[in-house]
């Protein structure tokens, strides 16, 4: 056949958000077997596309044809029906319910009133093997690997007879050996006549697997190309609409004295597991040590431990030769701690406070901020204002609340608010670039980089090796709580720091 | 936060935010107040008249107005004390409770502390002495609760009311006990009158209205100073907005839901206080029912705003006073007052309905009363 089968279409697809038109006359099609992915920054409308096609919304115009029919979808019950799986970066598992109850989930198989758990475990086990997708039903999901529950995720879309599946940033939670794994399972499965849309923001990725790209900016299709008619420099442009600096301009360090310290740190989490294991390393003043490692293997505990938030259970952290180990924030802080949080809206920022009093929320109860105890709001206006320049918040005034800002701006207030600290010797930063637009990531790269020629030691955690790597004097890659590699960072490949972060065995330090 | 140029769209600002605030409740009100009209008109009676005795006995004389701001005094205090622990994102429903030990408190120091000192004291003293008395001890039982919900996590609603029920038995206890009036011809549980001494002067002469009004508006700017202004303040809503950001600004979270709980308890405590002081003159078993748990619908009225909870004092002192010369000129029952007041907190709290019948869209966040359990 020359022509080839469209199993899904949206044609001038419209929808508007309140002061956003996050869709604008999009038109995209996908065809029968083959891995589209859908390419865009954050907020580029990727995922409301995937909402509308999957129910979650209802488009304003347009309209979507599965298989030659019109698609009138009022919630994902009907998408469901017309074959369609969503596989979402957040996975919908309940962790103390096996595989096989997790795929009956709201679409229970009951004998005489009771689970049919038999049934259902033969038939996940049927599509494991058509499909290459090795999982056993009768495990809990709980313990899985997040690999494994991804595959417990699509086994669910299949098992629901989903012919087209969407699988929005898959690889966001995985290693790059499990990202390669489920790579194979995608061609596997195209092999098979599923479709899949692959939305991903990752640009080797989607030159390594996809059949056909479609590139999105600001609620519109910029372009549909092949793989092989591109490389990863057009798309970048196509997605940003600009010339793409991919590497941090930086200079050769000067590392000076030891700034911080830590030695034989452990923490344990809410759950009261010990999620860092006898962790020691130092970062000396004008250096960036990043931290890699994929997300959740301990690095959150590690910096709540060495910022105050949480309590270490035994080791110590000094800071220029302060014990601080399990001194509350304000002490660290005030021994020049400038700390840019892994969640901006939940530790970072007052949402319903001003950009001028989130400015100074660290600062708020010394001079000139305050005096005897009495707020002083001129102070902070001066104090805003001088910051929302030098750090190029794009903010209508002072005084918007900082959850009216877009994520950018929210994280730049944070890091004008850190780094303008006077005495700040150490900067922790925790994916102080998550989910945010290049120009702000470039920005907020290139405040990073002059703390460190300034001859501040630097802590940055990423779970973005490309961050890691552009930014990094050194690289400590973290896998299960501990530190199982340190490097320099000139040093090393991305597939080195990948098998590590990985678990791979270190034989060469 | 303004310099003088902005001065004149500053003001215009400020107005609007004024009205953006005040919409809803203002809403909720006439609707209510509609609403109960055509329950009257049902019940049979003359909703015109009702209303027009309501706001006669509430505004309507000299002495309606000096009563409805005594009514108004106890509602101000309590309403700020809800309020402010609203602020600090906790919600006390012990205002009662507190209310009651602060005037059981009073009432002790001012009948007994001359006899235990054995001279007597001038008013200059022993009035601010039986004051703080008072706000002292529910402080302190508010701030039972505030540690239990900063060490423990127990959560404040439950550990409130459970607070309530020690409060009122234990003062009942005294009050039919070692605190009871001793005069030959007394069986009703009550305290001894206090001294002279301990009394809040009137304002006027003949008129029942005292100095405790007037030291209630002034607790009410202060609290508004000292929420927006001071680094107290900033500390207590950034606690009660986000409390792990909080933490992460180093703000001691658990001192600050301490605080914040002695400090309320302080302005119910405040409340008892003045009553005994200012209107009573000693404090009987069941003077103040309700007092503590209309401050929860004044505080949601007046949307934890001080000029907020003064102005819904004020509604509330009215509708009570003005109730008994309704019911004297149509009939109605005074409870239909308590139905209305019942139907504005129920339009204020579940505000969605008055935004769909006036059609206004939602604005800014939502009030959140308290977090989820032990959080």
Known sequence: ?509 | MQSEKQSNSLSRKILQAISDASLVPFLAILTAVVLGGIIIAFVGGNPFLAYRGLIEGSFGSTKALSETAVWATPYIFAGLAVALAFKGGLFNIGAEGQLAVGAVSSALIGYALPEWLGFSLPTIIHLPLAIIAGMLMGGIWAGIVGWLKAYTGGHEVINTIMMNYIALNTTSFLLNGVMKDRSPTNVIARTPLIDESARMPAIFEGLRVHWGFVLALFVAFFIWWLLNKTTLGFEIRTVGLNPDAAQYAGINVKRTIILTMVLSGMLAGLAGSIEVTGLNYRHELGFSIGYGFDAIAIALLGKSHPLGIVLSAFLFAAMRNGATRMQFLTQMPVDLISMIQALILLFVAADAIIRYIYRIKAKGERVVLTRGWGG
Not at chain 1, 32 to 38: M, N, P, Q, S, V
């Open chain 1, 1 to 509: 056949m020359s022509e080839p089968q469209i199993v899904l279409e949206a044609k001038g697809i419209t929808k508007q958000f309140p002061g956003v038109l996050a869709s604008d006359n999009v038109n995209f099609d996908l065809r029968k077997g083959e891995i589209h992915a859908l390419l865009g920054e954050n907020g580029a409308g990727k995922s409301t596309l995937m909402n509308l096609i999957y129910g979650l919304h209802r488009p304003d115009k347009g309209e979507i044809i599965v298989n030659g029919k019109q698609l009138d979808v009022q919630s994902p019950n009907d998408s469901i029906a017309a074959g369609i799986g969503m596989v979402h970066q957040h996975f919908m598992l309940i962790p103390v319910f096996t595989v096989a109850e997790n795929v009956m989930l709201g679409d229970e198989v009951t004998k005489r009133g009771a689970l049919d758990r038999v049934t259902v475990a033969e038939k996940i086990t049927e599509i494991s093997k058509q499909y290459g997708l090795d999982v056993d039903p009768n495990a809990l999901v709980g313990p899985l690997p997040v690999g494994i529950q991804q595959r417990v995720e699509i086994v669910k879309t299949l098992y629901r007879n989903a012919e087209i599946v969407i699988l929005d940033e898959p690889t966001a939670v995985l290693t790059p050996q499990e990202a390669e794994d489920l790579f194979r399972i995608m061609r596997d499965l195209t092999a098979r006549g599923v479709s899949i849309i692959f939305i991903t923001h990752k640009l080797k990725e989607v030159l390594a697997v996809a059949d056909r790209i479609t590139v999105m900016r600001a609620g519109r299709v910029i372009n549909t190309v092949k793989p092989s008619e591109t490389d990863s420099a057009q798309l970048a442009n196509m997605m940003v609409g600009r010339q793409v600096i991919l590497t941090v301009d930086k200079k050769d360090h000067e590392a000076h004295e030891d700034i911080l310290k830590v030695e034989g740190l452990s923490v344990r989490d809410q759950r009261n597991l010990e999620t860092v294991h006898n962790v020691s390393f130092t970062v000396r003043g004008g250096e960036v040590l990043g931290i890699a490692g994929v997300q959740g293997n301990g690095q959150t505990e590690l910096s709540e431990a060495l910022t105050g938030l949480r309590h270490p259970t035994s080791g110590k952290v000094t800071i220029d030769g302060n014990d601080l180990t399990g001194k509350s924030p304000r002490v660290i802080t005030e021994a020049g701690l400038a700390h840019i949080p892994e969640d901006r809206q939940r530790h970072g920022l007052v949402l319903s406070y001003s950009v001028a009093d989130n400015m100074v929320l660290c600062d708020y109860y010394h001079a000139p901020f305050s005096s005897r105890g009495v707020i002083q709001p001129k102070a902070l206006d001066e104090n805003s204002r001088k910051l929302i320049n030098a750090f190029d918040v794009r903010t209508p005034s002072p005084f918007v609340n900082a959850g009216k800002l877009s994520g950018g701006n929210q994280q730049k207030v944070i890091v004008a608010r850190e780094l303008s600290r006077s005495n700040v010797k150490l900067v922790v930063a925790n994916q102080p670039t998550r989910g945010l637009d290049v120009g702000s990531i470039e920005y907020i790269h290139s405040e990073i980089i002059k703390m460190r020629d300034r001859g501040v030691a630097v802590l940055l955690i990423s779970a973005e090796l490309d961050e890691i790597m552009a930014l990094s004097d050194r690289i400590a890659v973290m896998y299960r709580g501990q530190i199982v590699a340190v490097v320099d960072a000139k040093k090393t490949t991305r597939e080195q720091l990948g098998l590590w972060m990985a678990g791979a065995h270190v034989e060469t330090v």
